[in-house]
């Protein structure tokens, strides 16, 4: 069977390996003047920066490692940093076991009691879909749901809990359906944050490496269904045919190309909501109290627009030179971006709010991840299941909006996709 997947992400990557390990014909075209979509490394005098992930969750055994050993991927992993939520004006540690949580200032008691209680909590069945906050809610009380969730939340995905769907986080059904989440949690194993030697960027690119055909700078612009069964694209003056086609692309991309072959499908996934992030790199003097930190969030009612910041530099040694500590920070999202963090003085300004010692900046970038971050708020699953429903034979689609946010959950579902 000969397939082509459009979109050259490390969705449609990883898709194309299955796919090729399984002795089929596989083409890739990628839009971009290279692989990896938002996932890339670049240079910056002495080092580099990431524009998408920062990492990658790994455990032996599972998809993760199975496609790293595939690729014959090196990585290392920075070990256990400190982490810190912001609020109340100050930072707070994160402590790095659940029962630490206990004597934590990050919650109040009563929270804390309730959220003891959780494996006696029952287990609710899928249907009907539940929102985020309800489930964290119901599990854990709503001390956990709005003491602790909004800035955990708010760090991955850039939203607030009470908007999106539990499947947003795909582990917390999993986890639940073991009979609580601290029972899945414990079955499941610890993961361990790592990061490839090179940057996050190196894994489309091995990705590709180990792949037959894949053109980059070639953007479909039609699909046209043949009398064989076959389909046609077409695009910047290419055209081919295949058994099948592979949208591993954003929702609002896939819907552009399904309009006029799948118009259920089309409509359902042009309804998924993106969401935009400005990302400010800068470098400073080393500071002892970072020195071993993944970073901080801040609970959103406090940050107004401003998520967090996270030490690139402890993860991955890499990407600043030797003596310098690097920060990536994090405004807006479907938080909005104020007037006051538009330009780096004012993003500045609320870091050292957090981090009174941090340092005058020896230099400063800005990216801006324009729609990066999907955002499943509540009726996602309808969403999802009208869109694949809708599609017609020979044609699929994947995304991270439909395996979820990670890394991991991307791997993950490609694996369940495929068996």
Known sequence: MSTLILGGGVTGLAAALHLQRK???VEVWEAGASVGGWMKTLPWEGGHFETGPQGV???KGTAVDRLFSAIELPFKSPGTGA???GKGGSLIPVPASPPALMFSPLMSVGAKLRMMLEPFQPV????????LSAFITRRLGKGVATELLPSMIAGVLAAPAEILSVDAIPKLRQWEATGSLVNGIRKSGVSHMVVPEGGMGQLPIRLASKLGTVRVGLRAERMEALSD???RVSGGGEMREADRVVLALPAYEAAALLGSVAHQSAEALGAIPYTSVDLWHSRHAPLPALKDSFGFLIHPPEGRGYLGSLVPSWMDPQSAPAGVMQLRSFIGGAFGKPADLE????VFARLKHWVPT???????RHERAERAIPRPELGHRARIKAALEGLPAGVDWLSNARFGPGVRDILEGLETWMS
Do not use: F, I, K, T
Request: glycine share 16%; aromatic share 12%.
């Open 23 to 25: 002795g089929e014909s």
């Open 124 to 131: 609710r069945p899928a249907e009907p879909e539940e929102g």
């Open 83 to 85: 982490r810190w939520v």
């Open 229 to 231: 069964g076959r389909w």
């Open 358 to 364: 941090l340092g005058d900046p020896a230099a400063v």
């Open 343 to 346: 330009a780096w003085e004012g």
């Open 57 to 59: 969750l790994w455990q």
